[in-house]
């Protein structure tokens, strides 16, 4: 009896490692700002038996580096390609907030637009010219090509004519004033470091951290608001996708919206030989269940009519055989 019981567990064993080994792997790199929400997503997927993706969080500009490169499997941008190098389809699979994130205890921040856009330009250089104690403002940026970047800029951009004249929005820009760090982990560590420090993170980054706050921002209406799920979802409800799903609004209108809220991206191959394992893990992402759990990780679940369109998209991805 004995001898069949560790038989039995033998023969499970080895089918367990079989199962293991042969679960499909994907690589993919890209953006920062929704690695938490895709990391927890992808280990939820690989634990019900479902696709094994590495998710390299690097940034939206090197992750399209490595997509037009062939290096992964699939990209990920918090920037809509709008002139792709290489055959692109890019599906939205979140929205988020981007909040200007500081570290200066005992201030409660509230900032017009201008201001946002005066302190990132340094013309604004005291806390006390914002009302709060503290001393000089130090300004903290990505040092990185970032979607991140991109989103936050933009709305600078819209809320100053000076910033679009004198920076302007991109992935990457030159920046004016502060000190540079890599991804949104470098910020936020680099904000918990340097008390008197202001920069921009995704929301969930904030949202986990006791040692750093998120101002109050007026939006285009003239209110003041902070992000959380309700103003995101309004803001980003706002936004008008085209027919390869690039859409975005830096300054939404709306009385409740978060003023700077943006999508984040896949990128997939249109033909592919691994495109059949890569639906089923974008139709897990956008599915109710994950979508419903963005909120959690301080994101935005897609507004129904987007995450249908994206939904149709996928569907659209072929499976071709590897030369």
């Known amino acids: 009896m004995k001898k069949l019981i560790a038989i039995i567990l033998a023969a499970g064993a080895l089918v367990s490692c079989s199962s293991r080994s042969s679960q499909v792997r994907l690589n993919a790199a890209g953006a920062t700002f929704p690695a938490p929400l ?3 997503w992808f280990s939820e997927l690989a634990r019900s038996g479902g696709p094994a993706v ?3 969080a690097i940034g939206s500009g090197s992750g399209v580096r490595q997509y037009n490169a062939g290096t992964t499997d699939f ?6 390609i709008q002139n792709p190098e290489e055959p ?3 599906i939205p699979m979140t929205g988020g907030a981007i909040v200007p994130a500081y570290n200066n205890p005992g201030c409660d921040l509230r900032l017009t637009q201008k201001q946002l ?3 990132f330009l340094g013309n604004i250089t005291e806390w006390s010219e914002v009302g709060c104690d503290g001393g000089r403002i130090l300004v903290v940026y990505r040092a990185d090509g970032s979607g991140t970047t991109a989103g936050f800029t933009a709305s600078l951009s819209a809320f100053s004519p000076e910033w679009a004249e004198r920076v302007g929005s991109g992935k990457a ?3 004016l004033v502060g000190v540079g760090s ?3 982990a470098g910020v936020a560590g680099t904000l918990v470091s340097q008390p008197g420090s202001i920069g921009y993170l995704n929301y969930g980054y904030v949202a986990s951290n006791d040692s750093i706050d998120q101002a109050w921002i007026q939006n285009r209406e003239g209110n003041y608001v902070q992000a959380n799920a309700e103003t995101s979802a309004e803001g980003l409800s706002r936004i008008i996708l085209d027919d390869q799903l690039r859409g975005s609004d830096p300054n939404p209108s709306g009385a409740n919206s978060y003023p700077i809220v943006s999508l984040t991206w896949v990128l997939a191959r249109p033909e592919h030989p691994q495109n059949d394992t890569m639906k089923e893990v974008f139709t897990f992402m956008l599915s109710d269940e994950a979508q419903s759990r963005s909120d959690g990780l301080g994101y935005v679940p897609l507004p ?11 569907d659209t991805l072929t499976t071709v055989t590897s030369n």
Do not use: F, H, M, P
Not at 75 to 80: F, L, N, P, Q, V
Not at 304 to 314: F, G, K, M, P, Y
């Open 38 to 40: 895709y990391q927890s």
């Open 88 to 90: 692109v389809v890019q």
């Open 304 to 314: 129904e009519s987007i995450r249908t369109q994206a939904l149709e998209t996928v």
């Open 75 to 80: 990209g990920a941008s918090d920037k809509a």
């Open 117 to 119: 856009a005066d302190i």
């Open 173 to 175: 820009v030159k920046w």
């Open 54 to 56: 590495n998710y390299q």
């Open 182 to 184: 890599k991804g949104n």
